[in-house]
């Protein structure tokens, strides 16, 4: 019931971010290369008459990249999205959107001037009625088509440079499995031929503020499907727990009494269909994932190979992690050592953070332990542990961002792999997004954690807070003292020139201690904050 009662929300839908916008997704807009959709608030593109946002140029950025893409002009992706779009709406102040129809994150309004920030709980604090609405706003995303988007089911190439568009509909939840297969499938080079050491959401700098978007979408999307403005997704923390505590039929799904491969029966995700696992398939046909289904998902925790990911993390694998000062090092991939973001994402040891792609620690550790769809990063998102699991992964994101504050300039702006630099677009979102713009506190973005929540000072002006209210309270008393001081200083300034004419005619010998001016330039003050 409370399914179909969901169902007749899709009215009211607004646009979203994803992958190709609908009303760009023809062949008029592909051979101008503009995506630059009108406002239904005045129908104008980008809402330019409502001062909302403007069509420009796209403003690519011409950093230096890493050496681990050889090529150039082989992949769509290169310089996203210059290959399908090279104009497209750019917002004006909170405004954001495809059609510059939406407000940024953190924003609410007509006019996008409201600051929110929401909460992410932990799963299992969640009440049973909040547990099993979680659940069916799934379920809903599942069964319900992408009113405003639609995924590629060819390259540009393929579509004879855009005079044969090649796109399909596709649900809510699978346009977002998409979106994770594209930006992390392998290149087509022609023939048989594929290039494999290219992914523009993992193993690079991006990592973390790619999936930090990648969770803000999905959730602004339920949030839109369901007309639940207060949504939040949910996160599992993982650290030290023995076993998948999420795999049972009250939450995720238990394990099939028969088939320890699958998901029990009585779990509503048993019914669900898998799209883009069979890379290999893709690429023996050069062809991109069509979203056709594939099967039931996939799952057993806990039977995978133990010398590959013997445990679950610890929260001491946490820990040391956090501890960790740099963001990024050496060659910015999977063999960095001492990042915190290649510790974070698995490939280095989370006890020494020396990189060893053979092991799987902490953020890999869960995909390899779910034994199954989780484990293959290209289909990894058709399991929606996925969306637990990464809300966790990034709050330990956030933890270090708090803990260490880092400017803007530590995330790489050059010589990163493809995709990867600062100023590079996400692949494959539309409205465009940079790398850097998510290397930042979460609650500037609209959502906090739960349990970050009560310890820490949430901003700088939290921490300046009550030394302002101090200073307005003994304001008064901190002016007269300055204006009594002023006269003392001056009476005794007067005392002591008087006393220095009385004493000036006896002695030639006294003389006032002087500085001269080319001395004085070169005294010097520090000051330590």
Request: aromatic share 12%.
């Amino acid at each position: 019931m409370l399914l179909f009662a969901l169902g007749f929300l899709l009215v009211i839908l607004q646009p979203s971010a994803g992958q190709f916008p609908r009303v760009c997704a023809n062949v008029q807009s592909l051979l101008s290369k503009e995506c630059c959709p009108p406002w239904d608030g005045d129908g104008s593109p980008c809402g330019e008459l409502s001062s909302r946002g403007s069509c420009q140029n796209i403003l690519l950025s011409q950093a230096p990249l890493g050496p681990q893409f050889p090529f150039s002009g082989v992949d769509d992706r290169e310089d996203w999205p210059s290959v399908f779009y090279n104009r497209t709406c750019r917002c004006e102040g909170n405004f954001m959107g495809f059609n510059c129809g939406e407000c940024k994150f953190g924003f609410s309004g007509l006019n996008c001037t409201e600051r929110q920030v929401k909460t992410r709980r932990n799963v299992f604090q969640l009440t049973v009625s909040e547990k099993n609405k979680f659940l069916a706003y799934l379920n809903l995303a599942k069964n319900i088509p992408s009113q405003d988007y639609v995924i590629a089911t060819g390259t540009y190439t393929q579509m004879n440079n855009g005079s044969n568009p090649m796109f399909r509909d596709i649900n809510v939840y699978d346009l977002f499995v998409w979106m994770h297969y594209y930006a992390s499938r392998d290149t087509l080079l022609g023939g048989s031929n594929v290039w494999r050491d290219i992914d523009f959401a993992h193993e690079a700098p991006g990592f973390l503020p790619w999936h930090r978007l990648f969770l803000l979408i999905w959730e602004r999307q339920i949030q839109k499907i369901t007309g639940d403005e207060n949504f939040t997704i949910p996160y599992w923390d993982w650290r030290d727990a023995e076993d998948c505590e999420v795999c049972n039929d009250e939450y995720m799904g238990g394990r099939h009494p028969t088939n320890p491969n699958l998901l029990s029966p009585g779990s509503i995700f048993s019914s669900w269909q898998v799209i883009c696992t069979r890379s290999e398939e893709y690429n023996s046909q050069q062809a991109l994932c069509s979203a056709t289904s594939e099967g039931p998902i996939r799952r057993n925790p806990g039977n995978n190979d133990k010398s590959r990911t013997p445990r679950l993390p610890s929260s001491a694998d946490v820990e040391f992690c956090l501890s960790l000062t740099q963001y990024e090092s050496g060659p910015m991939d999977k063999m960095a050592n001492y990042s915190f973001r290649n510790t974070l994402e698995g490939f280095a040891d989370p006890q020494t953070a020396i990189s060893n792609p053979a092991q799987s620690g902490l953020h890999n550790a869960l995909h390899i332990y779910m034994n199954g769809s989780m484990s293959q990063v290209q289909g990894s998102a058709n399991d929606p542990i996925f969306v637990l699991h990464h809300a966790f992964v990034d709050s330990i994101f956030e933890r270090w961002l708090r803990r260490h504050r880092p400017m803007l300039e530590v995330y790489p702006a050059a010589n990163a792999p493809i995709g990867h630099n600062r100023e590079n677009y996400m692949v494959p979102f539309i409205p465009l997004y940079r790398n850097g713009e998510f290397f930042k506190p979460s609650r500037e973005l609209g959502y906090d954690y739960e349990y970050l929540q009560e310890p820490a000072l949430q901003s700088f002006q939290d921490f300046l807070t009550p030394y302002l209210q101090e200073a307005r309270q003994i304001w008064a008393w901190l002016v007269g003292a300055a204006v009594f001081g002023g006269i003392v200083t001056a009476a005794l300034t007067g005392l002591v020139r008087a006393c220095r004419k009385k004493k000036g005619g006896t002695s030639s010998e006294i003389q006032p201690l002087l500085i001269e001016s080319e001395d004085y330039n070169n005294i010097s003050y520090q000051s330590n904050f």
